[in-house]
């Protein structure tokens, strides 16, 4: 786990490059717009933290948008399911494997993470960026890393291959 504040700070120094790589792709992005991607979750947690943690709210919340984003990748589309639409066996199901998927991690782990990586990375995002970024990295580090100390693996090498790249970027167009 002592890696895992290390990493949130290797994180940061491959910002530049990705947002050089994003600026020369065209920076053409699909899907939901940021502003509809943090109303979701926003929403999302407040509802889901009446029955769970807000940690686990809000990994299951990202959970749950990055699968209805994948579905629906219109937004409007996606704005007019309605709550029986949820109810199906198909969203149950993806609802349960959110909930099965939330990890280990202790909130001390998620906090130190988060609270490493928001003062990394602010003197290039800006503080309300920087936040959501790194909400989005632990979220998708969690996913790989059910287990913190698994997270120990990731270093500047893992950082820079093309998956973590794409990982890392779409947490910056979050």
Known sequence: MKKI???????????????????????IRKGWASSDRNTFISECIGTAMQSMSRDSARFYCYCMQEKLEKKFP???????????????????????????SISSWSSKDRTDFISECINSAKA???????????????FKIEQRYPDPEDADELDEETLGTPEWKKIIQSCLDF
């Open 5 to 27: 504040l290390t990493a949130s700070l290797v994180i940061v120094s491959v910002l530049s490059y990705n947002n050089l790589f994003a600026q020369q792709a065209g920076d």
């Open 124 to 138: 290039s995002l800006g503080e309300t960026k920087s936040k959501k970024y790194c909400e989005c990295m632990l």
């Open 74 to 100: 219109d937004i409007e589309r996606a704005n007019k399911l309605s709550a029986d639409d949820l109810e199906t066996p198909e969203w149950q199901k993806e609802a349960q494997d959110c909930l099965k």
